[in-house]
């Protein structure tokens, strides 16, 4: 099992760019959360995907939007993008997304690098 | 002030040592906490998971939740080495609430 894949590893943009960034949940998963992690800080959740539905967002600009697939493979995409969005992207997956389970697996997550 | 703090430290300590990190936090509806260890350059992983006050043991690691001064600790015994990572608190509401907040992270040491 390949637990939770992330791709690509360190990307960097130019200020004002666009970019995308992906996400394969762990075999069994449907439900996909994004988290932001500048450097020195803990993730801050972005918004949470299941039945190809955002379902739960925090406190982002309308920039951040994403999408889930039938898969449950999930896309984040920033618009516009600003310095303050370098940061590591990350992905967690679990088993619904209610009840008493948790993001209990990350994957490797994304450094995004805005120049 | 942030709804969950924790101390950034680095902590340095001595191979064997006993540790002590903790949260505080302000959200008096948060029911589910976590302890997540994360290595340089990796993705936060899950070490233990608790709901409601009290204490759960896995190993070398014991996970205290105080609701009642809204404190949560984790307690590694006999650290080692590999030890050595920034350790993430996180909670969240119940099921009605499924985004995690976490803490800013405790950077530990262990030294051999």
């Known amino acids: 099992d390949a637990g939770v894949t992330q791709s690509p590893t360190h990307l960097i943009k130019t200020r004002g760019q666009q970019v995308t960034l992906r996400c394969s949940p762990k075999s069994g998963h449907d439900t996909v959360s994004w988290y932001q992690q500048a450097l020195g800080q803990g993730p801050q959740f972005i918004f949470q995907y299941y039945e190809e539905e955002e379902r739960q967002r925090g406190n982002f600009p309308d920039r951040f939007s994403g999408h889930q697939f039938p898969n449950y493979s999930s896309e984040l995409n920033v618009n516009a993008l600003l310095l303050g969005d370098s940061a590591l992207y990350l992905c967690a997956s679990r088993s619904g997304p209610q009840g008493g389970s948790t993001e209990a697996f990350f994957g490797q997550g994304t450094r995004l690098t805005v120049v | 002030q942030k709804e969950v703090e924790q101390d950034p430290g680095p902590l340095s300590v001595p191979e064997g040592a006993i540790v002590s990190l903790n949260c505080t936090y302000s959200?008096?509806?948060?029911?589910?906490f976590m302890w997540y260890r994360q290595y340089s350059r990796k993705g936060p992983e899950l070490l233990m998971y608790t709901y409601s006050s009290g204490n759960k043991e896995d190993g070398r690691f014991t996970a205290q939740v105080d609701k009642s001064s809204k404190y949560i600790s984790l307690f590694i015994r006999d650290s080692q080495p590999s030890d050595s990572a920034t350790y993430l608190c996180?909670?969240?509401?119940?099921?009605?609430?499924?985004?995690?907040?976490f803490g800013g992270g405790t950077r530990l040491m262990v030294k051999p």
């Open positions: 996180a909670m969240r509401v119940g099921n009605a609430g499924n985004m995690l907040t």
């Open positions: 959200n008096s509806a948060f029911q589910y």
